[in-house]
């Protein structure tokens, strides 16, 4: 089902000079069929670039800025044809989907990896951080929750999938976390003793490039009406603590989601008014 390019290493794809990278894939002739995996490669925070043809991706590879190919064998593809574009893309991962045993292993030689169809999304998505490509290598999540062990919780789903999460107990200091450098996102509880949630959102959104940083509230709290309500000047994210946990990362993933090769936002991503955003991120 999967075979490495490089021969010598039992388990794993060899990460190389992949490390850092930042998660843009381009998915060449994937199938209607496939449309599964690629929602769960989108909800796991990868940028995607659909492209028709292996010659389309040779020819514009260097304005795609690509981190790794993901090849469909329905694409019709020569084993030359793979084999330029794995030469032309160099360290680049080329991951080939196929539902044919025999072409497999003749395109394996060439390849980074090879898998057998169907795929599922958390099968691809293992691959890809086995060499080196990531969703989200440097967005940094800031958590703040005075309940350690929800905050813990928190910290170990979003970590697995590739954030880099800063924890804080105290609004206080969370906000002099943000003001010194901007969050890719917030993750916030309501129910601190320090500071609520409320007034550590009015109280971030003064803060300097932190207007319209993402915000995701967390939280055990029974809302109001009019809790919803002045929520809604901050952020449009309110997940309840418990049932709705496994929203937590999908949710963030979408906050976070870049743009896709024409400067356009991936449905689902709540566009930012911040000016600064960009380089803050």
Not at 217 to 229: F, G, I, N, S
Request: charged letters at 25%.
């Amino acid at each position: 089902m999967f075979k490495q390019r490089v021969p010598d290493q039992a388990a794993g794809v060899s990460n190389g000079s992949g490390a850092g990278r930042t998660g843009r894939v381009a998915l060449v002739g994937l199938a209607d069929a496939l449309h599964g995996l690629t929602t769960g490669l989108a909800r796991a925070g990868f940028s995607l670039v659909h492209v028709d043809t292996l010659a389309e991706v040779r020819a514009r590879c260097a304005d795609l800025h690509l981190d790794a190919v993901l090849l469909d064998d329905t694409a019709g593809a020569h084993a030359e044809q793979v084999r330029t574009l794995a030469v032309a893309e160099g360290d680049t991962p080329v991951i080939l989907l196929s539902s044919d045993a025999e072409r497999t292993r003749a395109l394996s030689a060439v390849v980074t990896a090879t898998l057998i169809k169907p795929v599922s999304a958390a099968t691809v998505v293992s691959l890809l951080r086995q060499a080196g490509v990531d969703a989200h290598p440097e967005i940094r999540v800031l958590l703040v929750d005075e309940d350690e062990q929800t905050a813990r919780l928190a910290t170990q789903l979003l970590t697995a999938h590739g954030f880099s999460v800063e924890p804080y107990r105290s609004p206080t200091a969370a906000l002099a976390a943000v003001s010194a450098r901007r969050p890719g996102a917030v993750v916030l509880d309501l129910v601190m003793a320090e500071m609520d949630g409320f007034a550590f959102l009015e109280a971030l959104r003064r803060t300097p490039h932190n207007h319209a940083t993402p915000v995701v509230v967390w939280t055990a709290k029974a809302l109001t009406a009019a809790d919803r309500e002045r929520l809604g000047r901050f952020t449009p994210v309110v997940i309840e603590k418990g049932p709705e946990t496994v929203r937590l990362v999908e949710e963030v993933s979408e906050l976070l989601s870049p743009r896709d090769a024409d400067g356009d936002t991936r449905p689902g991503r709540r566009p930012t008014d911040d000016p600064d955003a960009a380089s803050h991120s």
